[in-house]
């Protein structure tokens, strides 16, 4: 979608049912994906965000404010024709799990690390059948193969919508946990978004904020939620 640079050409915008699912047409055209694949969706709410997406288009079709319409399309024209490769991907990121890795010092980021992210660890273990053990420092020590093994299976319940979504909430926060735990509303979204950025706000709280890394944290946490939202009305 990066070279679109085409107009508003439509006039009115309607979800439609089709045998596979739902739609979204323009003037009763069907949208489709950039490889050509009709954009079909599970679900009437997902198909209504993609559907007000489009509406909200005033002028030139700016992409950058259309998250829903691209996560759907990257779940169609490439999630799907690579399912297998791109959920070994996703798996991997539990052997380097952000809340694994812990400060040696100073007391009080060990201390918020541990309040935030060990009920996490726990919850995986209890929820997940998975523990994940935490290490000091930042070198990268392997975690249970039978741990990982188990988080990786779990992913063969998502479509690949969900699957494109939880990418994006996996990538975000750098934790496979908080993944799952957005997915199974183990917490509200914003606490989960704040547990992968404790390290972050320690450093702001030492050195003071940065204009651009926090309109870039902004942005980031921005995408956590939409992806968390997608999962949700994608079910």
């Given at each position: 979608?990066?070279?679109?640079?085409?107009?508003?050409?439509?006039?009115?915008?309607?979800?439609?049912?089709?045998?596979?699912?739902?739609?979204?047409?323009?003037?009763?055209?069907?949208?489709?994906?950039?490889?050509?694949?009709?954009?079909?969706?599970?679900?009437?709410?997902?198909?209504?965000?993609?559907?007000?997406?489009?509406?909200?288009?005033?002028?030139?079709?700016?992409?950058?404010?259309?998250?829903?319409?691209?996560?759907?399309?990257?779940?169609?024209?490439?999630?799907?024709?690579?399912?297998?490769?791109?959920?070994?991907?996703?798996?991997?990121?539990?052997?380097?799990?952000?809340?694994?890795?812990?400060?040696?010092?100073?007391?009080?980021?060990?201390?918020?690390?541990?309040?935030?992210?060990?009920?996490?660890?726990?919850?995986?273990?209890?929820?997940?059948?998975?523990?994940?053990?935490?290490?000091?420092?930042?070198?990268?020590?392997?975690?249970?193969?039978?741990?990982?093994?188990?988080?990786?299976?779990?992913?063969?319940?998502?479509?690949?919508?969900?699957?494109?979504?939880?990418?994006?909430?996996?990538?975000?926060?750098?934790?496979?946990?908080?993944?799952?735990?957005?997915?199974?509303?183990m917490a509200?979204?914003?606490?989960?978004?704040?547990?992968?950025?404790?390290?972050?706000?320690?450093?702001?709280?030492?050195?003071?904020?940065?204009?651009?890394?926090?309109?870039?944290?902004?942005?980031?946490?921005?995408a956590f939620?939409?992806?968390?939202?997608?999962?949700?009305?994608?079910?």
């Amino acid at each position: 979608m990066s070279g679109w640079t085409a107009k508003r050409f439509w006039s009115e915008s309607n979800v439609v049912e089709t045998p596979d699912g739902f739609t979204v047409q323009l003037d009763g055209r069907d949208i489709r994906t950039p490889g050509k694949s009709l954009l079909v969706m599970p679900t009437r709410a997902l198909a209504e965000a993609v559907r007000e997406e489009w509406d909200a288009q005033s002028g030139k079709i700016d992409p950058e404010t259309m998250p829903v319409t691209r996560t759907v399309n990257s779940a169609i024209d490439k999630v799907g024709p690579q399912r297998d490769n791109i959920a070994a991907m996703i798996a991997e990121y539990g052997d380097a799990d952000l809340l694994c890795y812990r400060a040696t010092s100073p007391k009080e980021l060990v201390e918020r690390q541990c309040a935030a992210w060990d009920p996490l660890l726990d919850w995986a273990a209890d929820a997940l059948g998975a523990r994940l053990l935490p290490r000091p420092g930042v070198v990268h020590q392997p975690q249970d193969r039978a741990a990982l093994d188990r988080l990786g299976a779990l992913l063969k319940d998502f479509s690949d919508i969900e699957l494109t979504a939880f990418h994006d909430l996996v990538s975000l926060s750098g934790s496979l946990v908080i993944g799952y735990a957005v997915a199974r509303s183990m917490a509200d979204d914003e606490r989960l978004w704040q547990a992968s950025r404790v390290d972050e706000n320690w450093q702001v709280e030492q050195w003071g904020e940065d204009d651009a890394a926090t309109a870039l944290a902004e942005r980031k946490r921005s995408a956590f939620m939409t992806a968390s939202r997608i999962l949700n009305i994608s079910k």
